[in-house]
Structures are given as C-alpha cells and as structure tokens.
C-alpha cells in the first residue's frame, strides 16, 4: 500500500509524509501517533490497517497489534472508538479510512445511527472495509511478502485502473469495480461509507485513461502558465496541491488565526504534488503567507490546551467534555471552584500503577491510589524525578519469565508519588514528555505563571 501511495504515477503522496508502523508491541504508542499525525493533518488524513480484528464484549471492534491478548483485547488492542475521536478532532478537509481485518464493517456500524451522538463531528470521511465478518487470509505458505486478499485485489484495481473512466480514479468509482472482484473471487462483500462529497476525492491517477482527448488535456493541465493575479509561484514537479490551496487555503489561514485553537497548525499545509508533468505552489511562499496571519495564543489555558494537543494528550472540551469520567479525575485530583480541567492521561489495568496525570488551567496532579502532588505551573522547577528499574520474574519452568518495571518519584513540597509501570510507560511517558514543554512555556512567557495555590 505504501509503494501505490507513494508512487509518483499513481498516489503521488511524497514519502516523508506515509508513516508505516510494523508490527507495533502495544497498542499505546500507534493511537498516540493516529491522534497526533490526524491533529497535524490539513489537506488528507490516510489510514490504512491491515491486521486481525477482534470484537470486544460491548460488541466494539478492536484492531489488534503483536501484543494484543485476545482474552483482554479491549485493554489490549486499539477500540475503534479512540480512531473515531481522532477523526473527529482531525481537521484535514479529506479524511479516508481503509480497514483491512475481520469485523472491520463494524467501523461504519460504529458512525451510523446508533452512535450518531458521537459521529456528527466527524466529517468528510470515507471508511472503506474488507469484511462485516471474518475476512479471507492466504494460506500460511503463501503469505509471506503477500498482501492480503482484500487489499491485493484493492491494490490490483488501483495498478490496472479503469478504461472507460476519467483520468483519475475517485474512491466511488474504485468500490463498484473492486465489490465486483472480490465477489467473481469468492471473497467476503466490503462495505462503504462516505460522508459530506468525499468519495468524489481523487485517489489515484488512472493508468487505464487512454482517451483520444486525454494527451491534449494533460498537456493543457501541465502548462505553468496562469491567470492574472495568482498570488503564488508555479513550480515544475513539485510544490502544493493548486486546487487544495486555492479551496481550503482560507480555512487554514482561520486555523492559524484563532488563539483558542486545539492545535498548533504546522506546515505541510495542503498535498504536495510531485511528477515532471505536475506543477504545484511554491512551498516556500505559501507558507510564508499563512504564517503572516498566526495568532499565538493569549492565554496561559489557551497554551496548554495547544501544547496537550501537540503532544497528544486528550483534551477535556466543552463540546466533548467526557462528563463522568471528568467528574470523578476533577474529584480526585482537588480541581475544584473555577479551576479548569484541560486534559489528563489515565491508568486502571495497563500498569504496576493504577493512576492519572491531569493538568488544569493552573496545576499539574500526579494522583495514584492513595497519594497525591498537586504543581502550580509557577513552581514547575521545585518537582524532582527519581528514575530506576528492576526486573521481576513470574512463572516456572518452561513457562519462567521476567518483566522490567520501571519507577518514578515525584516529589514535591515534602510529598511524593511513586509510579510503576511494565511494558507499557503511559503515566511515566506523559510526564517525561510534558514537563520540558511545560518549563519551555514557562521561560517563554513567564507572565502568564503566576503563582497559584488555589485547593494546593
């Protein structure tokens, strides 16, 4: 899928911006990087999993990676549901997801009526599945450096194209054609849903387009010359997409603009197009003119929602405030009065350490079962870090093993919280992840940390 994707004749999408995950050890870090890279994304958000699918005890489907124990697959896997709020805070115009797995049409089940609360967000997305039940894998022989069935036939239709289309092959025109192949195959039926005028993006270009007028067309397309008035430079075999700067150029511009914003906005901006006979907007330019129209943020909350954001921590939003589980972290955590929860990472299961990271719109809380460190941002450099690491066996005989758990100590103001985690880091890695950006806001903008002991 990634050799099409970046394929100059078919895709066009320039390497650097495909991120192929193999066989990641837990589910943790791939959800991470599906939220960040969805929050960064301005033109098209691609996601394609090829895997095994599992179905959870509420009914929930659950793409699974190496580490995944199906008896705990919900624990232990990536919910569908945490793909769903990614696409929902994603602010690409395009947003296409390609489910290669068993039970993967439980992903369109997961926005259509019954969840319609949670899916009215979610616009502009194309979900695109193998199989409503189990899908067809090749035999063990003859898996090695093969694509699965689905996508070997998906990835036949895009090589071949289609004759009696246009140029390019959008995504409604691709499924007729690719439902047709894989029922002529005996294989499972795939399953569809788009929603506002997605599946009209164009996907790839149509290598079958051998129309009489098609030469003269590309020919015409190719030209750099343009319109009086364009504002930015042609550039030959290379630069952004023309036709997404010119349509959505205006929305990152109110992006980029609006202090209140979930997420920092970055370049790239808009596809970039690629090709001897393709032209695109000079980059350079471009962005230039968009960063002429950035608002930093004018508060400390405003900050921090934007640095969370960057960094991949769930947001609390008015929209979206996750009211029973913000009740009981704002409980726990003394967030009382007119102190605004942000964001928190929680633990139950995964670790050593039952727990929850929350920050506020003036503390950092590090809370576990029965101890808890409340931070004013204003005192950030007072917390120390205790690092260590023991290994722990478990099991006998052929069935012996041993787990690394690693500790952290947080102290501050004469109290402490130990955190231990094994295999899977998240109370630990928020922190190490958080707290430079949190003492780079604090030096850059050291006005807005007052000192702050509200319920400390």
Known sequence: MKLMLTDPGLGGWPPEQVVDLQDPSDAIQPILQIRRLAQEAMGTFLLYYAGHGLISPSGELILTVAGTDPEHADVTGIE?????????????????????????????????????????????????????????????????????????????????GLPAESPWLTLETIYPHLKARLRQAGLPRPNQRSTDSVARFRF??????????????????????????????????????????????????????????????????????????????????????????????????????????????????????????????????????DEQLLGFVKVGLLGFTPGVVAFSDTHVVVRTVDRR???????????????????EGWGAGLAAGASQVTTLIVGFA??????????????????????????????????WFRADTRNE
């Open 373 to 391: 460190v409340r931070v004013p941002y204003s005192r950030l450099h007072d917390v120390t870090f205790s690092h260590s690491s023991r290994w």
């Open 204 to 337: 790839v270009r149509n290598n079958a387009w051998t129309s009489a007028g098609s030469a003269v067309a590309d020919a015409s397309a190719a030209q750099p010359t343009a319109p009086a008035g364009r504002d930015f430079d042609l550039v030959e075999g290379g630069g952004y997409n023309i036709t997404q700067v010119d349509a959505h150029r205006h929305d990152v511009i109110a992006l980029v603009a609006d202090p209140h914003r979930r997420s920092r906005g970055r370049p790239p901006y808009f596809p970039v197009v690629s090709g001897e006979d393709r032209h695109g907007y000079n980059i350079a330019q471009v962005d230039a003119y968009i960063e002429r129209h950035r608002v930093e943020p004018a508060s400390l909350a405003d900050a921090l929602r934007m640095l969370l954001a960057d960094l991949g921590i769930p947001l609390v939003t008015e929209r979206r405030p996750r009211r029973g589980k913000t009740a009981k972290i704002k409980r726990t955590c003394a967030i009382h009065g």
């Open 414 to 447: 004469g109290s402490e919280v130990k955190i231990e985690e094994c295999n899977q880091h998240p109370l630990q890695d928020t922190l190490n992840q958080t707290w430079p950006a949190l003492k780079d806001l604090l030096k850059n903008h050291p006005e």
């Open 80 to 160: 569908y549901s945490r793909v769903k709020r990614a696409l929902v805070s994603c602010p690409a115009e395009v947003k296409i997801v390609i489910l290669d797995c068993c039970y993967s049409g439980r992903a369109i089940e997961a926005l259509s009526v019954d969840a319609v609360d949670h899916a009215t967000a979610a616009t502009g997305v194309y979900t695109l599945t193998a199989a409503d039940l189990t899908a067809h894998v090749p035999p063990l022989a003859e898996q090695d450096g093969v694509p699965t069935s689905f996508t070997g036939q998906l990835l036949e239709v895009l090589h071949k």
